[in-house]
């Protein structure tokens, strides 16, 4: 089955201690991206992969770290988490490209920095 | 910069009533245009698109039209039902590398 998956899908955690969000994809999509949803000010993106190797800031990067090793990966990284970190995570991934083609999600991560 | 802007909610509907959500947006150059969905404890999951002036984008009973003249790209359904109880999300592909930007959201709840 084609799919986006996150790991894990609940997490809390307390301030200053890193951890990994996981997200892996099994559609051979070059795009992936990674989304906080918070409420009022819907979904923003944090970074982007166009494929292996390449990573670029979305809107909301900063306190966070991305790495695409592998085509099918691309976890998100938090150094050091904050309170105002706490939120929901998407990861999502593409094949067509963004103009023509759509995002497939994943189920999301929900956040909690204590 | 380019942005989507779509009305607040929540929309609380009846079974059957018909629905409307607006977006409008801002966008140099010819962005394609996307209504997404999110069911409760889900990801969002594409609704329907347009990518290019006029095109009407349909899919599960929905409709969207994308008016260049107007910059608008409103969301319609004639006749609800309680699962369509959801959140929708407007988007537009902007900027040089076509990346997504999304409205805030609209929630949308049926009542049998």
């Known amino acids: 089955e084609a799919q986006v998956t996150q790991n894990p899908r609940y997490l809390i955690t307390v301030t200053g201690k890193k951890l990994t969000v996981t997200c892996s994809q099994n559609m051979n999509h070059e795009y992936m991206s990674w989304y906080r949803q918070d409420p009022g000010l819907g979904l923003r993106q944090i970074y982007y992969s166009m494929n292996v190797e390449v990573t670029d800031k979305g809107d909301v990067p900063e306190g966070y770290k991305v790495s695409r090793k592998e085509k099918r990966n691309f976890p998100l990284i938090l150094e050091s988490p904050s309170p105002n970190q706490t939120s929901l995570y998407f990861c999502?991934?593409?094949?067509?490209?963004?103009?023509?083609?759509?995002?497939?999600f994943g189920s999301g991560t929900q956040l909690s920095v204590l | 910069g380019d942005s989507v802007t779509q009305m607040e909610g929540p929309v609380t509907l009846s079974e059957e009533a018909f629905l409307t959500i607006n977006c409008t947006y801002t966008a140099t150059g010819y962005p394609s245009l996307f209504w997404y969905v999110q069911y409760p404890g889900e990801g969002l999951q594409l609704l329907l698109k347009a990518t290019k002036a006029d095109d009407k984008g349909s899919n599960k009973g929905f409709e969207a039209t994308y008016r260049k003249e107007t910059t608008s790209f409103h969301l319609e359904k004639g006749s609800v039902q309680v699962s369509d109880s959801a959140v929708y999300f407007c988007a537009l592909s902007g900027g040089s590398q076509g990346n997504l930007i999304f409205g805030k959201g609209t929630k949308l709840s049926v009542k049998p």
């Open positions: 999502a991934s593409s094949f067509e490209g963004l103009r023509g083609g759509k995002l497939f």
